[in-house]
C-alpha cells in the first residue's frame, strides 16, 4: 500500500477518493482555461495586429502578473466534504471538453470581433488620419512592403541587407510600431481582458468535487477586484487609472456595449459549460463502483 492508515474505518480511503478527484478536477480546468485564454490570446495577437492592434507594454504586464496570480489561487483549490455519486471527467480529448472549449471561444470571438467593429465605426475621422490609415491604423502591407522589397532585391542600389537594415532602423518605421492610446487599442485590451475573467468564472469546478468559489477565497477575491477593476476601466472616470493602464475613455455607446456584451458573452459561456457538461457525462465502466 502506498500509504498507512491506523484507523478501523473506510475513511482514509474516502478521503483519497476525494483529494484524487478535486486533483483530477483541478487539473482538467486549468488546461482549459490555458486552452481558451490561447485561442483569443492567438486571434488578437495574429489577426487583429495586422490590422494595427497593439498592446501597451503596461497592459500587457498587469494582466499577466494577474493571471499567473488567479491561477495559483485555483490551483489552492479544496475537496468538497462529500463524496460524489458521480464520477468527473478524466480525460483532456473528450467531447465534454472539446465541446465546451470551441463553444466557449467562439462566443468569446464573436464578442471581441463585435466589439472591435464598433469601436471603428465610433473612431473620430481626425483620429483616423492621425493613425495613419483609412480606419485610425498603420497599414501592415505598408509596414512590411521594405522588407518583401528586399527580399526580391529591388531596393535602390546598394545590397537587399542593407536597404532592409536601413528601413529597420529608420526612426519614423519604429515609432510607427510603438502602442497608441486610440479607441480601438483601448477596446480591443478591454474586451480580451473581460473575456479572460469570464473564463476563470466560467471554469472553476465547484460542487460536487470542489469547494463551491466563495471557499476559495483567494481566488473569489481576486476576481471580484479584477472585475471591479475592469468596471473601472470600462467606465474611464477616473484619469489615473486610465493612464497607468494606457488606455483613453470610452464613447458612452461603446461603453454599453462592453458592458451589456461582456454580461451576454459570460452567461453564454455559463450555458455552454453546462450543457457539454450535461450532455457528455462521463462514461462508467459497469464493474466499477466508483
Not at 478501523?8 to 485564454?37: A, E, H, W
Not at 465541446?99 to 469601436?119: D, E, I, P, W
Not at 485610425?136 to 505598408?142: D, E, K, P, R
Not at 470610452?250 to 458592458?259: E, G, N, T
Request: hydrophobic content about 50%; overall charge negative.
Amino acid at each position: 500500500s502506498p500509504f498507512t492508515s491506523r484507523f478501523n474505518t473506510v475513511t482514509p480511503c474516502l478521503d483519497l477518493v476525494m483529494q484524487g478527484r478535486s486533483t483530477l478536477v483541478t487539473y482538467l480546468q486549468m488546461f482549459k482555461i490555458l486552452g481558451i485564454n490561447c485561442l483569443s490570446s492567438a486571434y488578437s495577437m495574429s489577426v487583429m495586429h495586422l490590422e494595427g492592434v497593439k498592446m501597451g507594454d503596461t497592459q500587457a504586464t498587469v494582466s499577466g502578473v494577474i493571471i499567473a496570480f488567479l491561477f495559483m489561487f485555483l490551483s489552492a483549490s479544496s475537496p468538497c466534504e462529500t463524496l460524489a455519486s458521480r464520477r468527473p471527467h478524466s480525460k483532456v480529448f473528450s467531447r465534454y471538453f472539446m465541446v465546451s472549449l470551441v463553444g466557449q471561444a467562439a462566443a468569446q470571438l464573436t464578442f471581441l470581433v463585435l466589439c472591435y467593429r464598433q469601436a471603428v465605426a465610433l473612431t473620430p475621422p481626425d483620429e483616423a488620419l492621425e493613425a495613419g490609415g483609412d480606419l485610425g491604423f498603420i497599414s501592415s502591407a505598408n509596414a512590411t512592403e521594405p522588407l518583401l522589397a528586399a527580399a526580391n532585391g529591388t531596393v535602390g542600389n546598394g545590397t537587399a541587407a542593407d536597404d532592409a537594415a536601413a528601413a529597420m532602423a529608420d526612426p519614423a518605421a519604429a515609432a510607427a510600431d510603438e502602442y497608441e492610446k486610440t479607441i480601438v487599442n483601448t477596446t480591443v485590451f478591454l474586451v480580451g481582458f473581460i473575456c479572460q475573467l469570464s473564463t476563470f468564472a466560467t471554469n472553476y469546478a465547484g460542487r460536487p468535487f470542489n469547494a463551491p468559489l466563495r471557499s476559495n477565497k483567494g481566488l473569489f477575491y481576486g476576481l471580484l477586484l479584477t472585475a471591479l477593476l475592469a468596471l473601472g476601466l470600462v467606465a474611464g472616470t477616473m484619469e489615473d487609472l486610465n493612464a497607468t493602464f494606457e488606455v483613453i475613455e470610452l464613447p458612452k455607446d461603446l461603453k454599453i456595449w462592453l458592458a451589456a456584451g461582456g454580461t451576454a458573452m459570460w452567461l453564454a459561456c455559463m450555458t455552454i459549460e453546462k450543457l457539454a457538461r450535461d450532455l457528455f457525462p462521463e462514461r462508467i465502466h459497469p464493474n466499477l463502483l466508483l
